[in-house]
Every structure is written in structure tokens, then in C-alpha cells.
């Protein structure tokens, strides 16, 4: 997978808003914004939204019922055991159970749901345009096929807005190994 | 929202990010300073210890430990509550400080959670061994197995507390582990050696900070934290039962949840308060780990400094007013006066009486004061559940099968190793991964910037 790009190196998050702006408004479309931290204005101009939190209340629904299905089969149906008389369906003593099997289920699979979403896991091949954008640097990166109309009006943008660089480049994927 | 104007910022120093990321990062290229080696080397000796006492306790059996038939509970029901308690600090610190939004979190987090992962592994320990037979530990997992399928008793504390610590660890694990991704990724875009680059772009499961990545990791956090929230209240919560649902007099009382969960928290927060000072200290971290964060530490430990104070009182107020005789005898024979007076009273004056001294805003600046009284709180933390522990056992409703109790050398020998253990984890720790979490402190470094431009 190779792809030129042109990547707009900025300093710091302020102007990499603004530029972020000033882009939309010219209708020039954005490839990908890189920052060494989460940038709220920077996720919300890509128009990205997670339903993660939906998905983690279905994980938390799923668990608590599989654990009290579970509980309820082993401790009544599967073979019931006589403790003084108690009863065998002890909902009581199974709620400490159901609540922290809950979390533990829905945890181990948001961090799955994680993994795939965001593309992120062990010895994954990745493009970086800039090792800088994990330290320092704010990237605002766009595809040069998808600018090719506006090239010289979004160079003479990104100079403006105070970016400190404008590179263009292949970007290739990378591994570590 | 965070107030600069009247917090200050919450890194000094004006830096850059660059800088940041340098500062962070300087322990892990440097060779290890001699402290680190000499406590290392210390720790092992311990740890040493501890394998040798858990040698003899799993070819012997418990019989080497100091327990009876009276007191059947000793050092190690001791060591596991004081370890998960201090591992509490890791998920208070995070999670309810995450979900508070408070800012200030971000320079401490890493490490705390680092603390809890170390000490609930060393708590993991004792009642793994206290089976007596630890190879046959994996009895106590529910599945369909050939002895029947015989199910273990899911109405048993004890299988709760399983349930509780198995899955405490592993979540906060995982939490501390994802916490980490993009600065693994910050050492390895920066690494020069081969070596470097390989393993921590390895642990970095090619994360670049795109906002597609971004915006995933942050619902993560939010999810995550909001659900083990709740595991910070209830693992120490079923500890506490443990006691509670027996009938053993000075145990089966209500107020043991809430008493437990506080104490955790009072315990970690004081481990996290040694840890930071530690830091400060040696890796001159000041800068990041502020006065005004120590500061907000001293505070905390004060205020639940109170609420230890006022369930001990509670305690022992509700032993008189039930008139119960046993009750009676417990707190007023066996604790505040009797064989025991020396722990009950060593736990009131370190949680207590001493914490109080935290008042005084000239304490709270004397660092080295303040390095003390958090080992105090931390031993009074000890006291208390040794009080709690042996007292009520020793001396319960027969006196015909009253005893003594006394650890022995392997008792201490365990509870040596695991200061070893945790000591070696923390030291690994500190040379391998940022103790500061990077990105973390990058985001909050700006907070209330404009603000204060504009008052």
C-alpha cells in the first residue's frame, strides 16, 4: 500500500485547529489528523463518532444474564447441594458474583471491541507519516489524489495557519521487526 | 473546569512538549543509578527468603506456619488484606479521579496503577498457599470437570473473594496496560537501538494517534472506568465479608464493608503518597509530581484519616451499646485492654492520631515528615488488621480453647518475600516504563491556559 500524501506539520494544537477550519470551510477533504494526545476539536472536524458505549451496555446485559444463567444451571438444575436448608436458588449470593463476573466481561471484550475498531494489536504494520507525531508535532495529513484541484491554494492554507513544514511524501507501512 | 489562576499550572516549569516527552523518558535510556541496584539487590535477598519459606510451606504443609487450631487464620489472611488494600490506591486513583474529571490525576495515575498491579499479584499469593495443597488451587475455577461435575459453593465468600481478586487483577491489568499504548509508542518513534525500537513497538500494537484511534481509546477509558469503579467498592467489600458473614465475635458486624473499602484507599493512597515521594526524589520528577499534588494527597489521607477514626469508635460503641457480652468482652477485654492492648492501640495512634498531624499546612510542606507518616499509616494499616484478625480468633466464645498465636519464621519469611516481590516490581518499573504518563500530562498541561489569559 503505498500513497502519496501531503502532511502539514504544525506546533501546537491551537493552530492545528484553526488550520483544521480553514480547510473545511474550502471544502478540501482531510485524510487523517495525527496528535501526540487526544485532541477533542481535532476528533469531532473528522466527524468521527463511537458507538462504543452502546455496545458496552449489550456486553454488560449479555454478561449478567450468561452468569445468572450459569449460576442458576450449576447451583440448581446441574447438581443442587443442600447447605442447612437453604435454598438452592440463592439469588442473594449470586449478585456479588454476577456484578464482578459483569465487569470482567464486558471489560475483556471492550478491549477486544478496541483492538478491532481502532486497529490496534501485537505486531500490527502501521503508517506513521511522521515519527515526530507521537512526541511533538500535530500532522494534518491529506491524500494528494484527493487534493490534486487545490494543491497550491492548501499549501499557501497550511503556510498561513503557521504550519511549520509541508511535506510531501510515499508514506509506507512500517513494522517494527 | 480546572482554574489556573488560583491552582497554578499543572506542570511547572513552562515546558514544551518535547521536553515532556525527554523528562518522561530519561530513566530508561540512562544505566541504573546505584540506589536502584543496591535496592534490587536488597529486594532479591528478600524475595530469596520468601522462596524459601514457600518451599517449606508447600513441601511441609501450613503446619510451619504459626497458626492452631484456635487461630486458624494468622500472618497470611494479614498480608493478603494489607496487599489488596494498598492495591486499591491504583484504581482509586485512576478511576474515581477519572470519572471526576480532576486534572490532576494524570501525573500520579501511571504509577499508582502500577502499584496496584504489583501488590494484588503479591495479595494473590497468601490465600493460594493458605489452601494447604496450592497444586490442586484450581479446585476453586467452575467448570465442567470430572469430579462429578462436582461445582464449587458459589454462596462462600471465600469463592467470592476468588471471583473478586482474579478478576481485579486482571482488569486493572489491562486498564494500566492500554493506559500505556501511545507512550509506547512515543519510546518507540524516539528509540535508536534495534533492539529498543522492536520491543517497545511490540507492547505499542502499532499505535500512531490518528483521531480514529484516539477517539476509540478515550470511550475505552470511559467505559472502563466507569465500570471498575464499581470493582473499587466491592473487592474490598467482599474481603470484608470474609469476616463479616461468620459469627465469630468482633466479625459479623454490618459496618465491616465500608470500613474495609475505606481502609483500602486510606492504605493506597498513603503507599502512593511513599511511591511519589520516591520518585520525586530520585528521578526529579518534581516538576510533574508537584507540591500541590502532594499537597492533594495529604488532604485525602486527612479526611479518611477521620472516617478510620470514626469507625473504630463506631466499632467500639456498638460492641457496648448491643450488650452483647461477647461483643463486650472483644473490644473492651481483648483489644483496648488485654494480651493484646499493643496492636489496637498502635492501630489507633498510626490511622487515627497521627494523620492528623497533616493538618498543619508546615507539615503537609515537609516532605520528609510527610514520607513518614505515610510508612506509619501504612503499618497502623498493618495493626488493624491484625487486630482484627487474631484478637477475635484468639479469644472467642470458649475460653477452654483459647490460644495464643505467634508467627513463625516462615510466616515472616512469606511476608518478607512479598515486600521483596513488590519492591522488584516497583524497581522494574521505574527503569522500564515512563512513570509519568505522557500523553496524559501533554493533554492536561494547557488546562486553563486561556482562562487565566483572560482574568
Known sequence: MKKNQIIGVFDSEDQLMKAIHKVKDKHIPIHEVYTPFPVFGAIEAMGKQSRFTYVAFLYGLFGALGVLAFLYYTSVIDWPMNFGGKPSAAFPSFIVITIVLTIFIVTILSLFTFSIRAKVWPGKAFSLPDVRATDDRFLLVFDSEGVADSLTELKTLLQQEGATEIIEKEVTQENVF | ?455
Open chain 2, 1 to 455: 473546569m480546572y482554574n489556573r489562576a488560583i491552582r497554578g499550572p499543572l506542570v511547572l516549569g513552562n515546558k514544551s512538549y518535547a521536553q515532556v516527552t525527554s523528562d518522561i523518558l530519561q530513566p530508561l535510556d540512562r544505566g541504573a543509578p546505584n540506589w536502584w541496584k543496591i535496592a534490587f539487590a536488597f529486594a532479591l535477598i528478600l524475595v530469596i527468603w520468601g522462596a524459601w519459606a514457600i518451599y517449606v510451606t508447600v513441601s511441609q504443609g501450613i503446619g510451619t506456619w504459626g497458626l492452631n487450631n484456635t487461630v486458624g487464620w494468622g500472618w497470611a489472611i494479614i498480608n493478603f488484606v494489607w496487599w489488596i488494600g494498598i492495591g486499591h490506591a491504583g484504581t482509586a486513583f485512576s478511576i474515581f479521579l477519572l470519572i471526576l474529571r480532576q486534572k490532576w490525576r494524570t501525573s500520579i495515575n501511571r504509577a499508582a496503577e502500577a502499584m496496584t498491579v504489583v501488590a494484588v499479584g503479591c495479595a494473590a499469593l497468601f490465600p493460594a498457599l493458605h489452601m494447604g495443597r496450592v497444586w490442586l488451587a484450581f479446585y476453586i475455577i467452575p467448570y465442567p470437570n470430572t469430579r462429578g461435575p462436582l461445582w464449587v459453593n458459589f454462596n462462600s465468600p471465600l469463592f467470592w473473594d476468588f471471583i473478586a481478586i482474579s478478576a481485579y487483577l486482571l482488569i486493572s491489568l489491562s486498564f494500566w496496560y492500554f493506559g500505556m499504548v501511545p507512550d509506547f509508542a512515543t519510546i518507540r518513534d524516539k528509540a535508536k537501538g534495534k533492539i529498543k525500537r522492536a520491543v517497545y513497538g511490540l507492547l505499542a500494537f502499532g499505535w500512531t494517534g490518528s483521531t480514529k484511534e484516539w477517539l476509540r481509546y478515550e470511550n475505552l477509558s470511559y467505559v472502563l472506568g466507569g465500570i471498575a469503579a464499581v470493582l473499587v467498592v466491592s473487592v474490598h467489600s467482599i474481603v470484608s465479608t470474609d469476616f463479616a458473614v461468620s459469627v465469630i465475635p468482633g466479625w459479623h458486624a454490618t459496618i465491616f464493608p465500608p470500613y474495609f473499602v475505606v481502609g483500602a484507599i486510606f492504605s493506597g493512597f498513603a503507599m502512593v503518597m511513599t511511591l511519589m515521594i520516591i520518585i520525586r526524589r530520585f528521578y526529579k520528577l518534581q516538576d510533574y509530581i508537584t507540591d500541590s499534588h502532594l499537597n492533594a494527597i495529604s488532604k485525602i489521607l486527612i479526611f479518611i484519616s477521620l472516617i478510620m477514626g470514626t469507625a473504630y469508635a463506631t466499632e467500639v460503641f456498638v460492641a457496648w451499646y448491643s450488650g452483647n457480652e461477647f461483643e463486650l468482652f472483644t473490644f473492651f477485654k481483648n483489644r483496648i485492654t488485654g494480651t493484646y492492648t499493643y496492636h489496637f492501640w498502635a492501630m489507633v495512634v498510626c490511622n487515627a492520631i497521627i494523620p492528623q498531624l497533616l493538618w498543619s499546612k508546615r507539615i503537609r510542606k515537609n516532605l520528609t515528615i510527610v514520607f513518614i507518616i505515610s510508612i506509619i499509616i501504612n503499618l497502623g494499616m498493618w495493626y488493624e488488621r491484625y487486630n482484627i484478625v487474631i484478637t477475635s480468633l484468639a479469644n472467642d466464645y470458649l475460653p477452654s480453647s483459647w490460644a495464643t498465636y505467634k508467627p513463625t519464621l516462615v510466616d515472616i519469611g512469606i511476608y518478607g518475600g512479598t515486600l521483596g516481590l513488590f519492591t522488584i516490581g516497583v524497581l522494574l518499573f521505574f527503569k522500564f516504563i515512563p512513570m509519568v504518563a505522557i500523553h496524559e500530562v501533554k493533554s492536561v498541561m494547557r488546562a486553563g491556559e486561556n482562562e487565566s489569559k483572560h482574568s
